[in-house]
């Protein structure tokens, strides 16, 4: 059995200050620092005239603070299961931005996002909570209207491999970088909680739902091991 939506809020909701780390806040994926800044810079190069910004999994908003490194004055809509965790990062976009700040605390699979209200929406480790197929399509397509004509959206991800063999180098892969991290406890834990909390599915998948969704042009900024970032723009 996964773990149900009040037990992934409640583990994030004691996890507050970690991600709260811009540097260090997600350590346990791989090229985290990396994916951040590429993931902001292509919202901001594909957008460039964004006025509003979709947060979905906010965190402690580390994405949407890079974001504004380079789109400064944004409005920002942050969505987020934690309370504590969405209190925060309402604390830190707000110091950052000019422009206004509105946190949603819910489930991006239960929340009225409404139609063409964002220019470039960011999903950093958070869809792979989604469970089943059905599910992924219908959050790409919420996502794709709530999106503006010209706009985008920008994901991070864990995702795993169609190929069983390749999925098994890429674990162990995995493993290793964890283990160096700190140390075999650590990797265990990791990989426990992943199996009770996560349903990551290939890149190609997430890629076709987005195209399904209506993101005709989507791209793979990164992808190591066992994540991957990568986006669609909506024409």
Not at 30 to 49: G, I, Q, R, W
Not at 134 to 161: I, K, M, N, Q, Y
Request: aromatic share 8%; charged share 25%.
């Amino acid at each position: 059995m996964k773990s149900s939506v009040a037990e992934i809020r409640e583990r994030f909701d004691a996890d507050v200050e970690r991600f709260s780390n811009l540097t260090t806040g997600q350590s346990a994926t791989v090229d985290a620092p990396l994916a951040m800044a590429l993931v902001a810079e292509a919202a901001a190069v594909v957008t460039p005239h964004a006025r509003h910004v979709l947060d979905v999994g906010c965190g402690a908003g580390n994405y949407t603070l890079k974001l504004l490194e380079y789109l400064p004055g944004l409005d920002v809509t942050l969505i987020d299961l934690s309370r504590p965790m969405l209190d925060r990062a309402v604390e830190r976009v707000g110091r950052a931005t000019t422009g206004s700040v509105t946190p949603i605390q819910g489930d991006i699979r239960e929340v009225a996002l409404g139609e063409q209200q964002f220019d470039t929406v960011l999903a950093a480790a958070v869809l792979h909570h989604l469970r089943t197929d059905d599910e992924w399509d219908a959050v790409s397509a919420s996502l794709h209207r709530a999106v503006r004509p010209g706009g985008s959206v920008w994901v991070f991800d864990l995702v795993e491999s169609a190929i069983p063999a390749v999925q098994r180098m890429m674990w162990r892969r995995y493993g290793e970088y964890l283990t160096g991290l700190r140390d075999a406890a650590y990797r265990d834990q990791v990989f426990a909680y992943i199996e009770r909390e996560d349903t990551p599915r290939p890149l190609a998948f997430q890629l076709d739902a987005l195209r399904r969704a209506g993101f005709m042009q989507v791209d793979v900024l990164h992808k190591n091991s066992c994540f991957a970032a990568f986006g669609g723009v909506k024409h």
